[in-house]
């Protein structure tokens, strides 16, 4: 893991990002992390990391969350039953 100010980072961006397909760079202002920059691989690998960061989508689970636990949820089954009939028809037809 590789630390560096915001000073730093503004001077030397492209060597920070570099570093950062390696390894973690932790940002600091004033000596208190605010910020990282993360290797990312592969698109599914960035969706997953915004997601987890996403105020809205947090909000979202924890709204379902809460209506599983009250028992407003349905069940395993049901849910891939409702998937199955509602699977669009492929481009070729089949």
């Known amino acids: 893991m590789k630390i560096a100010s915001v000073a730093d980072i503004k001077a030397k961006l492209s060597s920070y990002l570099k570093a950062s397909e390696e390894e973690l760079v932790v940002i600091t202002r004033n000596g208190k992390a ?32 809460t209506e599983i636990s009250e028992g407003h949820g349905i069940t395993h089954e049901a849910f891939w039953n409702d998937l199955v009939r509602e699977e669009p028809e492929s481009h070729d037809g089949t």
């Open 34 to 65: 605010v910020a990282a920059i993360v290797p990312v691989d592969n698109d599914e690998e960035l969706e997953r990391l915004v997601l987890a960061y996403s105020k809205q989508f947090q909000d979202v689970l924890a709204q379902a969350r």
